[in-house]
């Protein structure tokens, strides 16, 4: 699976996910790091990558927005904050395990 990391996520789980055999960009290879989320998300959407961001309100809403307005896009991960850095990655782990990139597809999911 390909996909966009906000800022905000941690860097461990970019390390993760390419060890388990997935494609990550991150924000601020893509785009200047003070890019909008509207540029983010339309980035991530235009490249067909699945967003993985911690900022819950902003990417919910531009999600629901591009559902709304019928426009297809890869899908949103929000990572939820935990005690620790190996908890947010073993939830994560758990949400690509049980939903596989169908599931991912379009949708929002948390993890």
């Known amino acids: 699976m390909k996909f966009f990391l906000d800022h905000d996520v941690p860097a461990e789980a ?4 390419r060890h388990w055999g ?3 960009t991150l924000l601020r290879q ?3 790091i003070t890019a909008s989320d509207e540029a983010a998300f339309d980035y991530a959407r235009q490249h067909g990558l699945i967003i993985i961001s911690c900022n ?5 809403a ?3 927005q591009t559902i709304r307005n019928q426009i297809a896009f890869p899908g949103l991960i929000i990572l939820l904050r935990r005690r620790s850095r190996q908890a947010e990655c073993a939830h994560l782990l758990q949400l690509l395990r049980r939903a596989n990139e169908a599931g991912l597809r379009g949708n929002v999911n948390f993890a």
């Open 14 to 17: 970019a390390h993760l996910l």
């Open 22 to 24: 997935h494609e990550v």
């Open 30 to 32: 893509a785009l200047p």
């Open 56 to 60: 819950r309100a902003h990417f919910i």
């Open 62 to 64: 531009l999600a629901q």
